[in-house]
C-alpha cells in the first residue's frame, strides 16, 4: 500500500503558475501507472495527466501545452507543472497511483480567481 501526499495548492489570479508535488511513503516503480485527477464542485473526479504502465505521457486536451507532468523513482516523487492557469482549473487535485481502484491522496486545492 503506497500512501500519497498532495502538496502546493493555492490562490492563483488567471494566467499564473502553480506547481503540485506529490510523495509517496513508498516505492513509485515505473511500472505503476500514476498520475493527477481533478474534482471541481459538482463533477465527477477526472483524469488531468499521467503516466501509463509502459511509461507513457498524457494529457486531457484541456490542459495540454499548458500542464507539465513529471516524476522522480528515486525520490518518490510526482509533480504537476501547471502554467497559464484558468479559471475553469479551479478544482481539488489529487495524485492517484495504480487507476481508480488503486491508492489517492488527501488533495489539495487549486484555485484560479482574480
Known amino acids: 500500500q503506497v500512501q500519497l501526499a498532495e502538496s502546493g495548492g493555492g490562490l492563483v489570479q488567471p494566467g499564473g503558475s502553480l506547481r503540485l508535488s506529490c510523495a509517496a511513503s513508498?516505492?513509485?516503480?515505473?511500472?505503476?501507472?500514476m498520475g493527477w485527477y481533478r474534482q471541481a464542485p459538482g463533477k465527477q473526479r477526472d483524469p488531468v495527466a499521467g503516466?501509463?504502465?509502459?511509461?507513457?505521457?498524457y494529457y486531457v486536451d484541456a490542459v495540454k501545452g499548458r500542464f507539465t507532468i513529471s516524476r522522480d523513482t528515486t525520490k518518490n516523487t510526482m509533480d504537476l507543472q501547471m502554467n497559464s492557469l484558468k479559471p475553469e482549473d479551479t478544482a481539488v487535485y489529487y495524485c492517484?497511483?495504480?487507476?481508480?481502484?488503486?491508492?489517492w491522496g488527501q488533495g489539495t486545492q487549486v484555485t484560479v480567481s482574480s
Open positions: 492517484n497511483v495504480g487507476g481508480r481502484t488503486g491508492n
Open positions: 513508498g516505492p513509485l516503480r515505473v511500472i505503476h501507472a
Open positions: 503516466f501509463s504502465g509502459d511509461g507513457t505521457i
